[in-house]
């Protein structure tokens, strides 16, 4: 794990706490707007802050941007264990999310039922995400509202 460089708390800090230049500092800083008037010291600790906040290595982290770079990084709008809400004939059925799995061409969400009657799962695609599966229970509700349909499954 590498070292981390920032304090936890760098949010908090006085900008002049980041350099420590104060007393030898050229840049503007007992200027009017100091520090925060545009040194690039705070930003730079700024940063390197978030980045250690993440806990990524930095080769996972450089990874990652070049997952990004080629088009491969797909950040989803849910988690395992998140919600997620089918609207159906009768009303809305809420599911949890229990895995991923890609295909050849598209990623698949593999949810179980909440239902206690009922663990059966399901599989839903990213396309039906926003049509017919939703992740939160009230655009599920206006959506059946939309098309006309009461809420029996409750």
Request: with cysteine; charged share 25%.
């Amino acid at each position: 794990m590498m070292e981390r460089l920032t304090k936890q708390y760098w949010r908090n800090l006085n900008p002049w706490e980041c350099c420590g230049q104060d007393h030898f500092c050229t840049r503007g800083c007992h200027d009017l707007g100091g520090c925060t008037g545009g040194c690039i010291v705070p930003k730079l600790y700024a940063s390197l802050g978030k980045y250690e906040d993440t806990g990524l290595e930095h080769e996972r982290a450089q990874e990652l941007a070049q997952a990004e770079k080629d088009g491969r990084l797909v950040v989803l709008p849910f988690c395992i264990g998140a919600p997620l809400y089918e609207t159906t004939g009768k009303g809305v059925r809420e599911y949890q999310v229990e895995q991923f799995s890609i295909g050849s061409k598209d990623l698949f969400i593999h949810a179980v039922d909440k239902c206690i009657w009922y663990r059966g799962g399901r599989i839903f695609g990213p396309e039906q995400i926003g049509k017919t599966v939703f992740l939160t229970r009230e655009e599920a509700e206006a959506a059946l509202k939309k098309r006309g349909v009461a809420n029996e499954s409750d």
